[in-house]
């Protein structure tokens, strides 16, 4: 059995996140681009400890910028949402890495998402979106999941990669999130569940300022909005199960 199992949609991702990841038990398996392709790859992954997503991605709201780490708090498909209780954990190791991490939800959409769309998910509480993560999450079960988007193209530009440089930028991220990975899939594997203390960085407020002095200790900036905080009821040993319900429920006022 795979230790770690990371899921990207395309070669060039592939290869940007298999440079970082350590040498050790570890599958980079490309699914192809769009929902589609990502449902079918998830109905034949090969067994793991751990599943991650990664990649990059498409910010929704303007204040992230090429290069910024979207760790999910959630993943969300239509009026439909999972968890991912691991995200402050994931986000204090990359920032310990010196990388720019942001935390919130991330949507999958069937289709490229430009202009107004954008600003429509944004109003409900989105960060980022991409086209391969809902069904990789949906088929992780109970296994430790983690959805990270590095941010190729942002709101203020008419369509994706009309910025060339952006592109270069993200990629050069990606290729750096692979120790941090991997130290989250160790410790999320023999964890079984997050604890409180796994979770005590607000995870609404990560940057990549290397402010955690240990793994998941708070770090506090202030650069989201609040949605996505702490999803899903906590079991009576504080960890969160990983449960699918309806995305609106997740906001919070």
């Known amino acids: 059995m795979t230790a770690l199992l990371v899921c990207t949609a395309l070669g060039i991702e592939a290869r940007a996140v298999r440079h970082g990841l350590p040498a050790g038990d570890t599958l980079v398996l490309r699914t192809g681009m769009g929902p589609e392709r990502a449902a079918r790859a998830a109905a034949r ?19 992230l910028r090429a290069g ?8 969300r498909f239509g009026e439909r949402a999972l968890p991912c209780p691991w995200a402050p954990f994931l986000a204090a190791e990359l920032a310990r890495h010196g ?49 990270l988007r590095v941010i190729a193209d942002t709101a203020d ?19 750096r999130i692979g120790p941090a990975l991997a ?24 940057t990549g300022t290397d402010r955690a ?8 900036t202030g ?10 009821p906590e079991a009576d040993d504080g960890s969160v199960p990983r449960e699918e319900r309806p995305f609106p429920s997740s906001r919070e006022g």
């Not at 910024?68 to 993943?75: C, G, K, N």
């Not at 989105?126 to 992780?140: F, G, I, K, R």
């Not at 530009?157 to 930028?169: C, D, E, F, L, Q």
């Open 183 to 206: 130290r989250w899939a160790a410790h999320a594997s023999g964890a079984g569940h997050p604890t409180d203390d796994d979770r005590a960085m607000d995870d609404d407020r990560a």
């Open 223 to 232: 650069r989201a909005t609040g949605a996505g905080r702490r999803t899903g």
């Open 157 to 175: 530009v008419r369509s994706p990669w009309a910025v060339p440089a952006y592109g270069v930028v993200a990629y050069r991220v990606l290729r």
């Open 68 to 75: 910024d780490v979207l760790v999910a708090t959630e993943v």
């Open 99 to 147: 990388l720019p991490v942001r935390t919130g939800p991330l949507v999958t959409c069937d289709h490229v998402v430009t202009g107004a769309e954008r600003g429509l998910l944004a109003e409900r509480g989105a960060l980022a979106v991409d086209m391969e993560t809902w069904p990789l999450a949906e088929a992780a079960g109970d296994l430790p999941f983690a959805a």
């Open 213 to 220: 002095t240990s793994v998941g200790r708070a770090m506090d």
């Open 45 to 63: 992954l090969p067994s793991a400890d751990a599943l991650a997503v990664a990649g990059f991605g498409g910010a929704v709201r303007e204040d």
